[in-house]
C-alpha cells in the first residue's frame, strides 16, 4: 500500500494513553478501526461521507507509537486511493461529456488539445487540493489528540 501523507508527533504521555486516544478520535471522525496491537491501529474510513470531517480524503491509515528516550513518539501514515480514484472519474466524466459536446458541433479537432489540459489541470486540481488540506488537517487532528490526552487511559465500559 502506498502512503502519500505521512507524519510523526511527540509527547511524554505513554503509548497506552495515545492509542487510546487516537482510536477514540478516529472513532468519533467516522474511521474504522481494522486491527489494534500494543503499539499501532490501522484504520480505514467510510466510503460515501456526507460532511467532510478529517477522514473524508482518507481511504486507509496506520498510526504507531513507539517510546523512544523517555518520549512517546506518534507516527502516522494514510492513502488517498480513494480521492485519486475519484478525481481521475470526475476528470474523466467530464472530457467525454466536452468531447461528446464538440463531436455534436463538428469541432472536434479544435477541443481535443483543451480538453487534454483539462483533463491534467482538473485532476490535479481536485487531488492536489485534497492531498494539501488532508496533510494539514491531519497533521492539526494529532497535535490535538496530543494536547487533549487524558491522565489515564479508559477502561472500556467506564463513563466519561
Not at 53 to 79: E, F, K, M, T, W
Amino acid at each position: 500500500m502506498m502512503y502519500e501523507i505521512k507524519g510523526q508527533k511527540q509527547s511524554d504521555a505513554t503509548v497506552c494513553v495515545i492509542l487510546a486516544a487516537v482510536g477514540d478520535a478516529l472513532s468519533r471522525n467516522h474511521g474504522h478501526i481494522e486491527s489494534e496491537d500494543d503499539s499501532s491501529i490501522v484504520f480505514t474510513s467510510s466510503f460515501i461521507q456526507f460532511n467532510w470531517n478529517i477522514l473524508a480524503p482518507v481511504s486507509r491509515g496506520v498510526v504507531s507509537v513507539q517510546a523512544q528516550d523517555g518520549h512517546s513518539v506518534l507516527s502516522y501514515q494514510v492513502s488517498l486511493f480513494r480521492t485519486r480514484v475519484a478525481a481521475t472519474i470526475f476528470t474523466t466524466m467530464g472530457i467525454v461529456m466536452g468531447i461528446a459536446m464538440a463531436l455534436s458541433f463538428g469541432k472536434l479537432t479544435v477541443v481535443l488539445p483543451f480538453a487534454l489540459m483539462a483533463l491534467l489541470l482538473g485532476w490535479g486540481g481536485v487531488y492536489g487540493a485534497n492531498y494539501c488540506i488532508a496533510k494539514e488537517r491531519l497533521s492539526r487532528f494529532f497535535d490535538q489528540v496530543l494536547k487533549n490526552l487524558p491522565a489515564e487511559p479508559r477502561s472500556p465500559g467506564t463513563a466519561d
